[in-house]
């Protein structure tokens, strides 16, 4: 089986009481028999080689990890490819270049209907701007993400799709990973 590069993105680890320490993560993909893992943050950012990815991979992160971690939390994968592919695709070039900080990618579970998308759209209070690209919501919050009502779980009941944000800094700093 051809062992390819992975990125997985944990999901809500590290707020509210969900710890998991990224040294602990390390060996446990070691463990798992993943090649090379790395981390990224203390936000659950994962680099490894796999001889699986997708949704097999998710399935199989997400059910060891509640044995290791003792909490459930969602595991969305993408390929080094697939990340390298959003990194591109994304529609808001100016606002990487000029305020990272304010833009936003979230990797989903699955592509968000069109109807979900305009629903989300048309839900927004502010200034922000959201696009999707297969997969991938990008978000603008140029007032700053803090105060902002377009928050994870507004956006997840919207779309209904589960999916976790990196701000482009981070997606940044993991595309130089691979």
Same mark, same amino acid.
């Given at each position: 089986?051809?062992?390819?590069?992975?990125?997985? *993105?944990?999901?809500?680890?590290? $707020?509210? %009481?969900?710890?998991?320490?990224? &040294? #602990? =993560?390390? +060996?446990? @993909?070691?463990?798992?028999?993943?090649?090379?893992?790395?981390?990224? *943050?203390?936000?659950?950012?994962? $680099?490894? %080689?796999?001889?699986?990815?997708? &949704? #097999? =991979?998710? +399935?199989? @992160?997400?059910?060891?990890?509640?044995?290791?971690?003792?909490?459930?939390?969602?595991?969305?994968?993408?390929?080094?490819?697939?990340?390298?592919?959003?990194?591109?695709?994304?529609?808001?070039?100016?606002?990487?270049?000029?305020?990272?900080?304010?833009?936003?990618?979230?990797?989903?579970?699955?592509?968000?209907?069109?109807?979900?998308?305009?629903?989300?759209?048309?839900?927004?209070?502010?200034?922000?701007?959201?696009?999707?690209?297969?997969?991938?919501?990008?978000?603008?919050?140029?007032?700053?993400?803090?105060?902002?009502?377009?928050?994870?779980?507004?956006?997840?009941?919207?779309?209904?799709?589960?999916?976790?944000?990196?701000?482009?800094?981070?997606?940044?700093?993991?595309?130089?990973?691979?």
């Amino acid at each position: 089986m051809a062992v390819s590069t992975q990125v997985a *993105l944990m999901r809500a680890v590290n $707020v509210g %009481g969900r710890k998991a320490v990224m &040294a #602990e =993560l390390r +060996a446990w @993909l070691t463990a798992l028999g993943f090649q090379a893992p790395r981390t990224l *943050l203390q936000s659950g950012n994962l $680099v490894f %080689g796999s001889g699986i990815g997708g &949704a #097999e =991979l998710e +399935a199989l @992160l997400e059910r060891e990890a509640l044995a290791v971690l003792g909490f459930a939390t969602d595991f969305i994968v993408r390929s080094a490819d697939e990340w390298r592919a959003l990194m591109v695709a994304n529609p808001f070039a100016d606002m990487a270049r000029h305020d990272p900080g304010h833009l936003v990618v979230m990797a989903l579970r699955a592509a968000p209907s069109p109807e979900a998308v305009a629903s989300l759209r048309a839900s927004i209070q502010g200034r922000e701007d959201v696009r999707t690209v297969g997969r991938e919501l990008y978000v603008t919050y140029p007032d700053g993400i803090g105060d902002s009502r377009l928050t994870t779980a507004a956006i997840e009941r919207r779309l209904g799709v589960r999916g976790t944000a990196r701000n482009w800094n981070t997606a940044t700093r993991l595309a130089t990973m691979l």
